[in-house]
């Protein structure tokens, strides 16, 4: 380390990544709130009845998947009309704010002309959209 | 909308359980506010020992487990991500280069994880848990670590910075060192964290502060940045592989986030060094657990 000089500003680009990752956390945040009330207040039926869920915590994913009648992947989404999947899309989105924050910051390092870092991003937006695409999933 | 009194291809479900179905929630809840308010005053990202905990001690079959624990360390890391961001204690061009080989290879750590016998990744956990704990026992830290110069990777990228110290009143400039073989080690961390559910603080900070050189304070923000990113990619292949469930999920994000307020309002008050050594035994406690129920010796 050295020491003098001035503390760094937060870059702009930091800001904004800074920004929609606040805003993103605090919207999915009320979102899986909401839909879990939903669900264990049994505003919105759930698609496995509360009281049986200690039957199936304790299988595998893929058993679980099966018991419920569900697809890996997206298949989840078929099922939002019921509460304990209805509860995901708030998972779902705090998994998506991350995406959101590059896809904001990518144009600002093209701007730059800051190639290294935009093709980091580029690399990154690929990378987790490629999670997020239910491409990677886990059949047994 | 038709409830499903009993879905299709329930004969694949276990017996009835004679405990009511909201105790365990309820306790998972209790013990996550607990281990919240310890794994703050002891340093330590709640991640890290809740999958090894609750794998051991709830009737949660792994994966959901594992799920729970990714999304309890990225919801935190989301939480903190902004301030950090603004307070300049993460950086982000430090974090994005390290924080892409850690999310790509997070996805094959989750596949491996979840692909794999449970009784097999049960007993690497509890190894790893293990490790992690002599990791946490041995690993010395540098508030400021020496860094000559930076090397070429570093330089290209333009990684460095300056901040506040507020403990000595001073501006500190920092620049990082030895970022290709950081790249490789932050391979392997998002492959364990994948695979495991396990967040990657205890292995983020080591590797940015005394691999790269990262003064402590910016590699500890920057490792909780990381997190976001590392486990969002992880989170996602256990979300469509069906390892999400929100009854687990949700007491334990919240429970862990009220913990961990409360324990930032104890740190003043705590003796950090006996906590620390109380983290360091339930996670040597949950390491043996996990990998002799691996074994199936203690089932």
Known sequence: ?140 | MALLPVPAGAQTAGPSDPVAWWVWPLTLFVAMVLLGMFTVVGGLGGGTIFVPLVSGFFPFHLDFVRAAGLMVALAGALAAGPELLRRNLADLRLALPVALVASASSIVGARIGLALPTHVVQLALGVIVIAIMLVMVAARRAEFPRVPAADALARALGIEGAYHEATIDRVVEWRVHRTWPALGLFVLIGLVAGMFGIGAGWANVPVLNLVMGAPLKIAAGTSVFLLSITDTSAAWVYLHSGAVMPMIVVPSVVGMMIGSRLGVRLLAAARPRTIRFVVVGVLLFAGVRAFLKGLGVWP
């Open chain 1, 1 to 140: 380390m050295t020491a003098g000089g001035r503390p760094r500003a937060a870059l702009r680009e930091e800001t904004l990544f800074a920004a929609v990752l606040g805003a993103g956390t605090l919207m999915s945040a009320v979102v899986l709130i909401a839909g879990f009330l939903a669900y264990v207040l049994g505003w919105v039926p759930p698609r496995v009845p509360i009281a049986e869920l200690p039957r199936y915590w304790g299988l595998d994913a893929p058993g679980w998947l099966r018991a419920v009648g569900a697809e890996p992947g997206w298949g989840w989404l078929r099922l939002v009309a019921y509460g304990d999947f209805l509860s995901i899309i708030g998972i779902a989105m705090l998994g998506g704010v991350t995406l959101a924050c590059y896809a904001a910051v990518l144009p600002m390092f093209l701007r730059k002309g800051d190639t290294a870092y935009a093709v980091i991003a580029l690399l990154e937006l690929a990378v987790l959209l490629l999670a997020a695409s239910g491409l990677v999933v886990v059949r047994h």
